[in-house]
């Protein structure tokens, strides 16, 4: 079975008729959530079990979980964690170990929903001109430190059953605009970049998905954004070596300009396996899904290694857990 390019959203707490025959006939690779899909937890395991029959398998749904302020599950279904950036600080010398926790109990949060993916980690280096809408949600100002805690959220993942979703590449940090709103442009030569914020990326490239920045990298591709730049693919695939499944960020967010359907037949063209199209009329995302088309050979070839990495949960003992990340966080743990 060939998957569609896509991953899609859903307009409310349960499919529509028209949503799942729409998705029974796109069979798109994937969904994601966004908290107006989610009320309780049965509304939420129910509207999963809806996403799953339309495409006949056991198909990827993800989410956006960092915590802080990009976290769609609230209390009482999810903990409320403090922003990433202030979980590392206030950590300390015991970072890794905290992260790890931090993910290992989202995920286990996650799979008991039937959320399968998170869109996290993030591996974008802060630095002192990085937007206020992402500084907070980076691990830190250097590379190799970003990597390590990177790798244990991702570790944290993988071993909850939750496939990772690494963003955003080649690197957002040196963005100074919020691209929900507007197209960030980073003019920083190739070498700082290659140094700095690329590094983390590439000490993370054998992780089994990832996510694309809607940046423009003016030292390498002055005119595209990375996600409909086929530079910026070439520089994800070969410098930084990343060969997993490479999906876009939302190609719905104001980055990007023109109609979707366009956005989408770029996106693919430039190389990237999936498109990750949300909050859009139905009518959009059947034009989106037909401009995405089925995955490219390779591209379902990536995805299938990408589904493989998804595991059974290993065993987690909740409490021990807790106590454990409060003892390493001087005892606050969460927002």
């Known amino acids: 079975m060939t998957y569609g390019a896509t991953i899609l959203d859903a307009e409310g707490l349960r499919l529509s008729a028209e949503e799942k025959a729409f998705f029974r006939d796109a069979n798109p690779f994937g969904f994601i959530l966004f908290a107006r899909n989610i009320e309780s937890a049965d509304q939420t395991r129910a509207l999963c079990e809806d996403f799953r029959e339309a495409v006949g398998r056991d198909c990827l749904i993800t989410i956006d979980q960092e915590g802080g302020r990009v976290q769609r599950l609230r209390a009482p279904l999810a903990r409320d964690w403090l922003p990433p950036l202030d979980h590392v600080q206030r950590a300390g010398a015991g970072a890794e170990r905290a992260m790890y926790l931090r993910y290992r109990l989202i995920a286990h949060e996650l799979r008991a929903l039937g959320i399968d993916s998170n869109c996290a980690p993030v591996g974008d280096v802060a630095c002192a001109v990085t937007h206020p809408f992402l500084k907070n949600r980076c691990y830190g100002s250097d590379a190799a430190a970003v990597a390590r805690l990177g790798r244990a959220v991702a570790e944290a993942h993988l071993d909850g059953g939750v496939l990772p979703v690494l963003k955003h590449l080649p690197g957002h940090g040196r963005a100074t605009a919020d691209s929900h709103k507007d197209l960030p442009r980073v003019s920083a030569p190739a070498a700082e970049l290659e140094q700095a914020d690329f590094a983390a990326f590439q000490a993370l490239n054998d992780l089994p998905m990832a996510m694309t920045a809607h940046l423009v990298y003016e030292a390498y591709d002055a005119e595209r954004p990375a996600t409909v730049s086929p530079v910026m ?103």
């Open 233 to 335: 693919t070439q520089l994800i695939r070969e410098t930084i070596g990343f060969d997993g499944l490479l999906m876009s960020d939302d190609i719905s967010m104001k980055a990007l300009r023109g109609a979707p359907q366009d956005i989408a037949r770029a996106t693919i063209a430039a190389g990237c396996d999936v498109v990750l199209f949300c909050n859009a009329p139905l009518a959009e995302r059947r034009a989106v899904a037909e401009a995405a088309g089925q995955m490219t050979t390779a591209a379902q070839s990536r995805a299938e290694v990408a589904l493989a990495a998804r595991k059974a949960p290993a065993e987690l003992d909740i409490q021990a857990a807790e106590d454990e990340l409060a003892a390493l966080m001087g005892g606050q743990v969460y927002g």
